[in-house]
């Protein structure tokens, strides 16, 4: 450990009230390293969080106030957690980077994600509003990026979408063993990835007993798949088609991804490709054969489970991974890319088994 880990991390937090600062507060109470300085919300602004969440009774934590609060250039904190939503991250990033000098910030929105602020406009249906910051963003896929992490001022959180769908495709790309023009992508959430506001088609009446694809075609986590895979391609084109469903659980996420295997690579050669490059990897794993990945087997947990599947047509494989949506897809891996930037065991406070069944 380094001489950092000797001291309190300073942490501040925007939006805890909603699901992913709740879950970053959540597994913070428990970190040996960290220390809640300040959290604030919008509409719970003014409250205590155990009023907000009353799962996180008994602990020592500072009552929710509202972001125009804090003097950016005179508060004491390490770092902030950006857990607000896309669209409204972009221009309080820039506020801090700038009239603070030292404080560094993980972003869990989108907002910092696509290098392509043109490409970010095209998705997100307004302009970037802080193209000049952008440069600076590294995107905190822990497993591809850990060394730019530890040294970052700016960590744009994956989505959870592209966590689980790259950590279960880009040991197969950057290998060259599967044709990256030929990928899909079936993807199924639990309605916590929606957040917390109140939405109509997030009514129990509406998501219970069912399932349904949303944002067919369209939906902007195709543009950050294909971002990184494009980076591990070798200049190869790179195509992926991604469907989204909503299930009626709270929790999970699961990848479902259909590949065509190239010059004449088998399963067992893509298992082989996975074990080497997942082999020190403390929070991804693969299934035994015959094993297949659930959302149960990781639920409340930073890990990600990969599955590996020879298809009944030839040449094509299929490849499932799972994770948290909460915790691997959002909060866990911010705190894995905090745990980087401060030079302590990226295993620190995230070692809780998953909570089965
Ligand atoms: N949920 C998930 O699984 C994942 C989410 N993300 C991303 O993380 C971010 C947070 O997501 P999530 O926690 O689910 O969202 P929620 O909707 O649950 O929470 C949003 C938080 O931001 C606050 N907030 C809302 N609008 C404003 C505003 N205009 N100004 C200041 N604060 C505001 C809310 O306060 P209040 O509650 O008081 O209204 C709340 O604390 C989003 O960008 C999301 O896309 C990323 C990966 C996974
Ligand atoms: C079930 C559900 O609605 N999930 C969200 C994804 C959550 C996420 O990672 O979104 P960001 O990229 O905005 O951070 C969605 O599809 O919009």
């Known amino acids: 450990m380094s001489e950092n880990a000797e001291k309190k991390i300073r942490i501040g937090i925007l939006g805890a009230s909603g699901y992913t600062g709740g879950d970053l507060v959540r597994l913070l109470v428990r970190h040996p390293f960290a220390e809640i300085a300040f959290m604030t919300a919008d509409r719970h602004a003014g409250k205590s969080m155990d009023t907000v969440f009353p799962h996180l009774f008994g602990q020592e934590l500072p009552p929710l106030i509202s972001v125009d609060e804090i003097e950016w250039g005179l508060v004491d904190v390490d770092v902030v957690f950006c857990c607000l939503p896309h669209g409204t991250t972009q221009e309080i990033v820039r506020q801090i980077l700038t009239e603070n000098e030292t404080i560094r910030v993980i972003d869990l929105s989108a907002d910092f994600r696509l290098d392509d602020t043109d490409v970010y406009a095209e998705w997100y249906g307004h302009e970037h509003y802080a193209t000049d910051i952008q440069p600076m963003a ?41 044709d990256t023009t030929d990928v899909i992508i079936d993807a199924k959430s639990g309605v916590t990835g929606a957040g917390r506001g109140l939405k109509e088609n997030l009514l129990f009446g509406e998501v219970a007993e069912g399932i349904h694809p949303y944002s067919v075609a369209s939906h902007r986590h195709a543009p950050e798949i294909e971002q990184e895979i494009a980076k591990h391609a070798h200049g190869a084109e790179t195509h992926v088609n991604f469907t989204p469903h909503l299930m009626p659980m709270n929790r999970g996420e699961l990848c479902t991804c259909y590949v065509r295997m190239t010059g004449g690579a088998t399963v067992a050669d893509l298992r082989r490709t996975f074990e080497a490059r997942f082999a020190g990897e403390p929070f991804v794993s693969i299934v035994p054969e015959g094993v297949t990945p659930a959302t149960r087997h990781v639920r409340g947990s930073n890990y990600c489970l990969v599955g590996l599947y020879q298809d009944r047509i030839p040449n094509r494989a299929i490849v499932v991974a799972v994770i948290d949506n909460l915790v691997k897809g959002s909060s866990g891996e911010a705190i894995q890319n905090m745990n980087l930037m401060f030079g302590l065991s990226e295993l620190t406070g995230l070692e809780q088994a998953p909570l089965f069944p």
Do not use: M
């Not at 040294?151 to 744009?156: C, D, I, N, Q, W």
């Open 138 to 178: 590294v995107y905190g896929l822990p497993e591809y990026y850990r060394e730019r992490v530890a040294k970052s001022r700016l960590v744009a959180n994956p989505g959870c979408y592209p966590t689980a769908a790259l950590l279960g495709l880009l040991p197969l790309v950057e290998q060259g063993l599967i």
